[in-house]
Structure formats: C-alpha cells, structure tokens
C-alpha cells in the first residue's frame, strides 16, 4: 500500500536560486540534515546535476542512493530512492512563483515500505524530515540571494 506526505514552505529567494541549491549537492550539508553528498559516477557536487545522476547522501552511519529523475528548471526536481527501508519512493520538490514574491516550496513523496506495517511510521518521520529539509532550503536561497 503506498503511503506519501507533503510539506510547504516559503522562502524571500526567486525559484531560480531555490533551484540552484536543489541541483547542486555541494549545498545540502549547509541547508538540510544531510552531512555529505557525492556523486556516484564520481562527478563533482559543486557542479549542476542532471537527470540520471545518483546522489550518495549521508546522515551520521546512513548512505542513502537518490537518482534524479525529473529536472524542469526553476519548477520540479524529481528524485527515486530505492533504499531499504523503501520498495518504492519518488520524491518531488515543486517551485512557484509567490503572488507575494518570492517562491512556494512544495516537497513531496509517495512511497511504500518494505516491512508491512510501518508506513505510518514512515510518514510521520519523513514529513518531520522532509519539513527540515523544505525549511532549511527556503532560508539557505534567501540568504544567498541577499
């Protein structure tokens, strides 16, 4: 049975640097939870991403493996993690223009585990997660804009 979540977030930076920050591993240890990024071919993380790249990312002893699925530019950033302890995840981060200014942050996922069971587990952590992730990116891409 899949299970998803989704959190939002503003932040004062226009969708393309929101964007920048997304495509570019070297910058999630400085806005989200993640303590270090490579690239799996061995590209370099300061560079642009793109699609069918496969991100290593990790926090403390956990390596999880992301492939970019899906980059339009300054809107969507589509990723899969087939990791334990997922059978399935895809991942979307969607950029809008704010009637305000600036850029509305939509982060979502829809997965299904692999232990039956601890989807709602799973759904609670990754929205608590993914609010940190959303959050820290809206505050990272207003700062480097500023």
Do not use: C
């Amino acid at each position: 049975m899949p299970y998803s979540f989704v959190v939002t977030a503003h932040s004062d930076a226009e969708p393309a640097a929101v964007f920048d920050a997304l495509a570019r591993g070297a910058t999630w240890p400085s806005w989200s939870p993640i303590q270090a990024v490579e690239i799996a071919d061995g590209g370099d993380p300061q560079s642009r991403q793109q699609v069918g790249d496969t991100r290593l990312l990790r926090v403390g002893r956990t390596v999880n493996r992301e492939r970019i699925v899906e980059m339009v530019d300054d809107r969507r950033f589509g990723y899969e993690n087939p990791n334990p302890p997922f059978r399935t995840y895809r991942g979307l981060v969607e950029l809008i223009t704010a009637a305000q200014g600036g850029t509305d942050i939509t982060w979502s996922a829809t997965f299904e585990p692999k232990l039956r069971w601890t989807g709602p587990f799973w759904t609670w952590f990754l929205t608590r997660f993914m609010r940190r992730m959303a959050n820290g990116l809206a505050e990272y891409a207003a700062r480097q804009g500023s």
